[in-house]
């Protein structure tokens, strides 16, 4: 895989939080064959697949899953969904082996086939085949449900296994954004945090806050049901974790100095942040979720931001200036062993730990540009 692949998918799955949503049993047992995409000068070409319009109960609603699957296989740049009108065979029967004949005709590597009905109670159901169109296997094959409104999240959910079942990697197609929602004139800006899909669906976005403060940093928790924000009232910084469905919020502290929200631990039972201290230093500070019991982790004469945690909890990202440049360091959870990562020119900045720990994305400014990359952990295989 080349380094731009691997940046991308970094990204989005760094940024990104997953859902859930009940997924009912396998209805195949997996085959253990991947299709792999063709390499070409260090580059991916995208696997074509076929994507046919679901059958179901209601024919608009089949059609919109299906096609929400395709959009969300097109998006990832792995897969190259093929044109419907070219295909020789309409699919009438998910139960029923397709014409594979037909489907190499078209040369599709990949065949996903599906029916969605009404579940009763307000709920729809659906399920999906994955087939290997070369060697005429199934690869996989499941149901799901959930209520009439969530509908895309099942169109999600299938492009999610079948990215996985193809690429061998976990998919990131049903999960969300939370961000800061800005509007207003230039003079009287209101702020609000507001959550969506991943693919930025205008009926998925929903606010989480009025804009009665300033709120700033949401962050999400390992679960993916809390986020903690960093919220400005009568100018002072207060940091609030909020639980997704119920819309409920919990205060953890007033912090004065603090610049970005902490960060979740993996385990979500410690938070890391930066806070300014006494001495006129900004040093990075974890606290205890259970006991509101708090340490500083740094003690550097500079400005010591954005920690971000290793999945495994072991390492710590941040930035700092305390060689007199803004560099990337890592250190261990208690505090020692820090050391830098980023020697180039610039000012390395936010560091976050892909959900896997082989990469750390980061932003970066150098003689005007600003830059979005990816390094391993030790400051090598940087990537722009």
């Known amino acids: 895989m080349s380094p731009n692949d691997r940046f991308r998918r970094a990204l989005a799955a760094a940024a990104l939080a997953a859902a859930t949503l009940w997924c009912g049993p396998c209805l195949v047992t997996p085959a253990f064959a991947q ?104 690869l996989a094959g499941q149901r799901f449900s959930t209520t009439q409104q969530n509908w895309r999240r099942i169109g999600h959910l299938i492009a999610d296994s079948v990215y996985e079942r193809l690429t061998g990697e976990k998919g990131y197609f049903d999960t969300r954004v939370v961000y800061v929602d800005e509007t207003g004139p230039k003079d009287h800006r209101i702020k609000r945090l507001a959550i969506m899909d991943q693919d930025g669906y205008p009926g998925s976005v929903r606010l989480l806050t009025q804009g009665q403060e300033l709120v700033l940093t949401p962050r999400f928790s390992p679960t993916n049901q809390e986020i903690t924000y960093m919220s400005y009232t009568a100018d002072q910084p207060k940091v609030f974790i909020m639980n997704l469905e119920t819309g409920k919020r919990e205060l953890v502290g007033d912090f004065p100095g603090m610049t970005f929200a902490p960060r979740f631990s993996p385990d979500g039972q410690k938070i890391v942040m930066s806070l300014g201290t006494p001495d006129g230093s900004t040093s990075i500070f974890e606290m205890d979720l259970r006991s509101r019991q708090s340490r500083r982790l740094t003690q550097s004469n500079g400005i010591d931001t954005s920690p971000s945690y290793a999945p495994d909890g072991g390492q710590i990202v941040f930035e700092s200036d305390r060689d007199g440049t803004q560099r990337l360091y890592v250190m261990n959870a208690d505090g020692s062993g820090a050391h830098p990562i980023s020697m180039g020119e610039g000012s390395y900045s936010t560091p976050v730990w892909s959900p896997r720990g082989d990469y750390i994305a980061f932003t970066k400014q150098t003689g005007g540009q600003f830059l979005i990359g990816v390094m391993k952990p030790d400051g090598s295989g940087s990537g722009f």
């Open 35 to 138: 299709l792999k995409g063709t390499q070409t000068e260090g580059t991916i070409a995208p696997i074509p697949i076929a994507v046919p319009s679901f059958l179901g109960d209601d024919p608009q609603l089949a059609g919109d899953i299906s096609d929400v699957v395709q959009a969300d296989l097109e998006r990832s740049g792995l897969f190259r969904p093929l044109d419907r009108a070219s295909f020789l065979e309409q699919v009438s029967d998910v139960n029923a082996a397709p014409r594979f004949p037909d489907w190499r005709a078209i040369q599709a590597d990949a065949l996903v086939v599906g029916r969605v009905v009404n579940a009763g109670d307000g709920k729809v159901g659906a399920e999906f085949r994955l087939w290997d169109v070369a060697s005429g296997k199934q």
